[in-house]
């Protein structure tokens, strides 16, 4: 069976049981109801068009210019993996496929499967430490972010933090 409303009953008689039974089924599509989703065809339709967007819902917005960006960054970066590592370089609830490493005294190496590399991923990270900073963030290998700590007064530290990967 088709969605939608059947032809109107012109063969029958006004007020039999077939025109109001049609007037009913057409009286719910114009309220809304009795008509599945699944029927509506949205073949030429543009994320714009529909009132109301929640982020999550949103696909391939990656790049371009979104909507608001009024930095002119022309980026639509989206969260793509976090997680914690704590100062001697376990990292927990790091995505699947995805290794930490402390490689020196302040540094640690998260290895990823994004296959990117600046400026087409992103990176920040917050000391859980006290005293200790995430003092800046290399992004320059495929597969490679590696977060350098230090003290506030610069010397290479070790300790634990929370980061964020988007792309």
């Known amino acids: 069976m088709t969605a939608g409303l059947a032809p109107p009953p012109i063969n029958s008689p006004q007020g ?13 599509i114009l309220n809304g109801t009795g ?5 509506l065809n949205f073949t030429n339709s543009n ?33 793509t ?13 790091l995505p699947g496929g995805w290794s930490v490493a402390h490689t020196s005294t302040g540094v ?5 499967n994004l296959n990117l590399q600046a400026p087409a991923i992103g990176a920040l990270a917050t000391s859980a430490t006290s ?4 003092q800046w963030i290399d992004n320059t290998n495929l597969n490679t972010t590696i ?15 929370t980061f964020l990967i988007s792309s």
């Open 35 to 39: 008509y599945p989703w699944t029927a």
């Open 131 to 134: 005293g200790v900073l995430v």
């Open 108 to 112: 640690y190496t998260l290895t990823h």
């Open 47 to 79: 994320l714009h068009d529909i009132i109301t967007r929640h982020h999550n819902s949103l696909l391939q917005i990656q790049g371009g210019n979104a909507v608001g960006d009024v930095g002119g960054t022309g980026n639509a970066w989206h969260m």
């Open 81 to 93: 993996g976090r997680g914690y590592v704590n100062s001697s370089g376990t990292g927990t609830g």
């Open 16 to 28: 039999s049981y077939y025109w109001i039974e049609w007037y009913t089924q057409l009286t719910n």
């Open 147 to 161: 977060f350098h700590l230090t003290t506030s007064g610069g010397s290479a530290a070790d300790g634990a933090f």
